[in-house]
């Protein structure tokens, strides 16, 4: 079974003509835009002191994302203040794994900690139920209910997951990593335990981001942050199978962008899962990395400034975001973003000024 392909697909969940004629939902169909669309990765987070006040009313960051209400509310409010033309849903790709019995914690200042990491085939097999993993995420459904609601007609908002390698990654370390050597090495030792870890998470994220599109996502991102720490041989044996499968399997009619780091030596791989949009970090050369996708004819490209731009002086931020769409030169099936998320020392008003440049940009 594969799903139809975005371009070919129609509007089979009738969304109303303004949201299915937006300029990202266009964009990664590849139809022809009058401007390429804009949103940043981590638009909403800590360099926001909206946010930051919403996160200490809702007693930290995992009581946000279990705030319907709270999470809500720092969805629309990014979307509105930057002007961007999509909203994220606020969320954390680890709330999966919680909800599959790992204990989840975030220490203020010191990122993601599971302090009861999976070590053997055991620990894979007693983890929870993926449907009723699924089940148990219902917060994030209602606050998709509650952004949907609260934004305009034409802004679509962007569910999310995080791949199965990468969620992987994260249960066996503990955390986040450098090297992702316990990671890696449970892949080699283990094979059969790790496969069966990868098919628990893909058999969880089929429900949550098909729940997710039932509740208003119009169209999905999954983030395979930590991917890129892969050679081509690994990536075809351990995660490509997953990966496809996971995508094969999403509601169609819904585009999906897929999303790495250092990926420039994947990317023709990662194309072939499926994905409708490819999300390129700004080590990939945006032409190079679009030929590898198959180019705009076939697949659409999301990327690709350096986050760091934002904290350089406005002049050279300005610049670069003139250099990317000029190379990118209005062609169908672009969406600008950044490479990775906005970093917290980030000042709000040079996104805001990223997000001005874009839009007043013709091709
Ligand atoms: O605005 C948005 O983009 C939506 C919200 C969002 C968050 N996390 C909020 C968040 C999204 C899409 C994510 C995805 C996520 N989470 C990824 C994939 C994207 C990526 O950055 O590669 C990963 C790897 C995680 C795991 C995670 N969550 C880490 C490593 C950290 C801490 C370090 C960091 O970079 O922020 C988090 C915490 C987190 N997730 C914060 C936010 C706003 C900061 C929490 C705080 O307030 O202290």
Redesign the pocket.
Known sequence: MTRPGIRTAGNLRGLPPALWDSRLLRACRGEAVDRPPVW???????YMAH??GL?ADAGG?LG?CKDPARAAEV?VF?RQWLGVDAA???????VVLEALGLPLE?V??D??RLPRPLRSAADVAALRDPAQAAADLAYVYEALRLTVRDLPADTPCIG?C?APF?LAA?AIEGG?SRSFGRAKAFMYAEPAAWHALMTRLADTLVPYLTAQVVSGASCL?V?D??VGNLTRADFAEFVQPHLAHLVRRLPAGVPVIL?G?GTGHLLDLIAACGADVVGLDHTVDLDQGWTAVGGPGRCAVQGNLDPCLLLAPRHRLEAAAGDLLRQAAGRPGHIVNLG???L?ETDPEAARALVEAVRAWRP
Do not use: C, E, N
């Not at 940043?40 to 800590?46: H, I, K, P, S, Y």
């Not at 994220?88 to 680890?94: A, R």
């Open positions: 940043l990765m981590r638009q909403a987070g800590r946010y930051r996160r960051f946000l969805t990014a994220i849903i606020f969320s954390d790709i680890l975030f203020a200042g990122g993601p999310f995080g990468t994260y986040g991102q983030f942050s930590w999303f780091t990775h998320g906005v917290k």
